[in-house]
C-alpha cells in the first residue's frame, strides 16, 4: 500500500512539473470570459507566460517562434474565437506549427 501511495504521488509530481510546458487554454487568453480573444488580450496573456517561464529558469530559445495573433485569426476579423485556437492547437499538436516566427534550420 505504501508503494502505491509513493509511486501515485512521483506521478502525480511529474504530472504537475510537466503541466508549466503543456499549450495554453484559450480562457488563458480569453481574459474577460467573452469567447473572443483580441489583439489585446492575445499580447498581453503571450507576455505574461513568456514571463513566467522565464521566471521559473526556463530557456526562451523559441521565442522568436510565438505565434503571431495574425497567424491564428485565419479569417482575417480581428478576433480569435475557439474555433481558430482549437485549430491552431491541434496543427501544433501534429508538429505543424502555424507560428508568424522565423524558423531556424539545423
Do not use: C, W, Y
Not at 488563458?28 to 513566467?52: G, H, L, P, V
Not at 485569426?73 to 508538429?95: K, L, M, P, S, V
Amino acid at each position: 500500500m505504501k508503494t502505491l501511495l509513493i509511486v501515485a504521488l512521483i506521478v502525480t509530481g511529474v504530472l504537475a512539473a510537466g503541466r508549466g510546458n503543456m499549450m495554453p487554454s484559450f480562457s488563458d487568453f480569453d481574459t474577460n470570459k467573452d469567447a473572443q480573444i483580441t489583439q489585446t488580450e492575445f499580447t498581453n496573456a503571450q507576455q505574461k507566460r513568456m514571463s513566467a517561464q522565464a521566471q521559473a529558469g526556463k530557456m526562451m530559445r523559441n521565442a522568436g517562434n510565438a505565434p503571431s495573433f495574425e497567424s491564428i485569426d485565419t479569417n482575417n476579423d480581428e478576433i480569435i474565437d475557439a474555433q481558430e485556437f482549437q485549430a491552431h492547437q491541434a496543427a501544433n499538436r501534429r508538429g505543424r506549427g502555424m507560428g508568424g516566427g522565423q524558423r531556424m534550420n539545423p
